[in-house]
């Protein structure tokens, strides 16, 4: 049984106010198009679908169009699960509709799937925070234990939190009770959630720049020492990057987001995983690198002239320009280096030896026109250093306006 594992689609994020939705589009259809080719039998969504409780039309559209491409009109099963970015409820409201095309949605966390069969496949067996699918195509069944992004309030409501009793506590001994009663060696079983998760004693894995940092009831991480033993793969949803914190006997793995969404994902190269699963072996998995989307560079020079001509060069990526110089940017500079790129997100102008004389004006000498107060104050702020023409020629307008 060949399994697709991808997380944390964003559909709808914008990189500032940069629009990602024609990348999205073309990386949907590059993971339809993997599927396709890897003839896998089931796919795996592991939360974070939208970057929004209130997506826009154009990125639920294409939530759905994309899990109908997947699903293969109903014969290849999806499992999506909701993450700390989604709306459990505008997950879970289209799910009667979509379990007709083969597609499982699941909300809320301790969800009790209802049943369903299709010509190819049936869910098996459900209860609350798992289902076991039967495929027509292999004779043994595949459970999943599913955890969608579940924050305190929902806990206390779905798992019956203790206040006193920490978070690792809770999902290990809900996730070893339902391994223990459903999930034998006469399947193949599966965990898949959104949580922050790590190794214990392991060096922390930092949640990407711009991501919502989860923090759940009274524990800000998960360790993966509370995956049941049964379990085979783990398929995570939340950190951007490709990474096994498991080990390859039993993977525990963030397969990473389709695109690069913040400057600090800046070179990171996105995958989706391939599992390969038989009958009372271990799991397999490899990767495959996602190409479609722009990449995100960040670059410092102190010469203008330098920048523009790279930028001319490097039309096609998202960039983070930081320029070094003496004074401060003029107006005809910005446009200059706007001008020559129409993928620039941020523009950091940043002034040298800003730590050189630093001048003290505790009190505004009244003596002085207002103009004479502003260059103190500008000063004051700015290493001492003299307004320009420009910045003067502004504060002009403004007084006189």
Not at 34 to 41: G, L, R, Y
Not at 179 to 196: F, I, T
Not at 309 to 327: G, I
Not at 343 to 361: A, R
Request: glycine share 4%; net charge negative; hydrophobic share 35%.
């Amino acid at each position: 049984m060949k399994i697709l594992h991808t997380a944390d689609w964003h559909l709808g994020k914008k990189l500032d106010s940069f629009s990602r939705l024609e990348e999205q589009i073309l990386v949907m259809n590059e993971i339809v198009e993997i599927a396709d080719q890897e003839q896998v039998d089931l796919v795996l969504i592991a939360g974070d679908l939208f970057d929004n409780f209130n997506p826009s039309v154009e990125a639920v559209e294409l939530f759905y169009k994309t899990l109908k491409r997947l699903s293969n009109n109903g014969k290849r099963p999806v499992v999506a699960i909701s993450g700390n970015h989604d709306s459990p409820s505008l997950i879970d409201a289209p799910d009667p509709l979509a379990r007709e095309c083969g597609i499982i949605l699941i909300g809320y966390p301790n969800a009790k799937i209802q049943e369903f069969e299709l010509n190819d496949f049936k869910i098996s067996k459900s209860v609350e925070g798992m289902i076991e699918l039967k495929l027509n195509s292999f004779d043994f069944p595949i459970r999943i234990i599913h955890t969608p992004y579940a924050n305190e309030i929902r806990l206390k409501q779905y798992f019956g939190e203790n206040k006193e009793e920490a978070l690792n506590e809770v999902l290990a001994t809900n996730w070893k009770n339902i391994a223990n009663e459903y999930c034998d060696e006469n399947g193949v079983n599966l965990l898949m959630a959104h949580l922050y998760m790590n190794q214990k004693g392991a060096e922390i894995l930092e949640e990407p720049e711009g991501e919502k940092p989860i923090k759940i009831g009274n524990a800000d991480m998960i360790f993966s020492e509370a995956i049941p033993p049964q379990i085979q793969y783990t398929a995570l949803g939340h950190l951007h990057g490709f990474k096994n914190i498991g080990t390859e006997e039993k993977p525990v793995v963030y397969s990473s987001s389709p695109l690069c969404y913040s400057f600090s994902e800046a070179g990171q190269t996105k995958y989706v995983s391939i599992i390969e699963a038989e009958l009372n072996q271990a799991i397999s998995y490899h990767k495959i690198e996602l190409k479609n989307g722009k990449p995100l560079i960040r670059k410092t020079f102190d010469d203008i002239n330098v920048a523009v001509e790279w930028l001319n060069e490097n039309q096609n990526a998202l960039v983070e320009l930081t320029l070094e110089s003496d004074s401060f940017l003029k107006a005809d500079e910005r446009k200059l280096i706007y001008q020559s790129h129409d993928g620039i997100i941020h523009l950091i102008p940043k002034v040298k030896n800003q730590e050189v004389e630093t001048v003290e004006y505790k009190f505004a000498d009244q003596t002085k026109d207002m103009k004479e107060l502003f260059t103190d104050y500008f000063k004051s702020k700015n290493g001492n250093q003299e307004p320009n023409d420009e910045i003067k020629d502004l504060f002009n307008e403004i007084l006189n306006s």
